[in-house]
């Protein structure tokens, strides 16, 4: 094959519950992941040597260079496959960086799928130590669109029940909210962890179920940046918004709503409310 493409969807912690420290410093998780139907677009042909190309509304500030996520995962695969050929690969960047929604793992991990694919050799899985070691987010984007609970450092990975069929809005403040300086502000590192999800949840009962858990960074990030509070008033004002959540360390903020009509409704009056954000309807795939 002498192209391949991939969808690179938004990935969204619905919960993110800190449990625990290791002495390396990793911070425990218990997380609830998701997908949205927003998504960077990355194309790929096959070329003697591995390249990027980047454009897109949210190009500006993306690195070309080997600490790119896609490259870094297009070496790392092109190593183990033992390839003798690379690929050009563009990327139409579509969702924000350093935002909380793994856009930089989701790029990693559908590269590892569409280099695959390009090349005609076997995936890595998602249980792969190469693949957690690209980033603690990226074994659970390589299980895209499948929704996930993620513990540990992100190496553990189970399936969850069928969550009921929902639309979500994503709000971004256009403020890059580092990971690390989020997890510094963290209070403590040994809280509770997530609430089993109940089996066969209708709408309104998981929304209720959801309300119920956490994201313990959630406070940390609107220290270090208050329109996530200002975001999640405005989600939780709307009587149509089931539930709003901070994804990941922020800043991005999410709305459950029933369904996608209902989520562009709530993304116009998000958009009037805070001009200049980035405001997203997306199907919860």
Known sequence: MSFASALAPAKINLTLHVTGKRPDGYHLLDSLVVFG????????????????????????????????????????????????????????????????IGSGSSDAAATLALLAELWGVPPLPADDPDVLALGADVPACRCAPQPVRMEGIGERLSAV????????????????????????????????????????????DFCQWLKAQRNDL???????TPEVGRALTQLNRLPAVGAAVMSGSGATCVGLVPDIGTARQVARVMQVAEMGWWVAPAEML
């Open 218 to 224: 959630q406070a940390p990030a609107e220290a270090i």
């Open 37 to 100: 139907s927003v998504s960077d677009e990355i194309t790929a042909t096959v070329a003697p040597e591995l390249s990027l190309d980047v454009s897109g509304p949210f190009a500006e500030g993306v690195p070309r260079d080997e600490s790119n996520s896609i490259l870094r995962a297009a070496h790392l695969f092109q190593a183990r496959s033992g390839v003798e050929v690379g690929a050009h690969i563009r990327l139409i960047k579509a969702l924000p960086h350093a935002a909380g």
């Open 161 to 204: 029940h069928p969550l009921p069929n929902c639309a979500m809005v994503l709000v971004n403040p256009k403020v890059p909210l580092p990971t690390g300086d989020v997890f510094q502000g963290l209070a403590r590192a040994d809280n509770p962890p997530m609430d089993a999800l109940p089996h066969g949840l209708g709408f309104d």
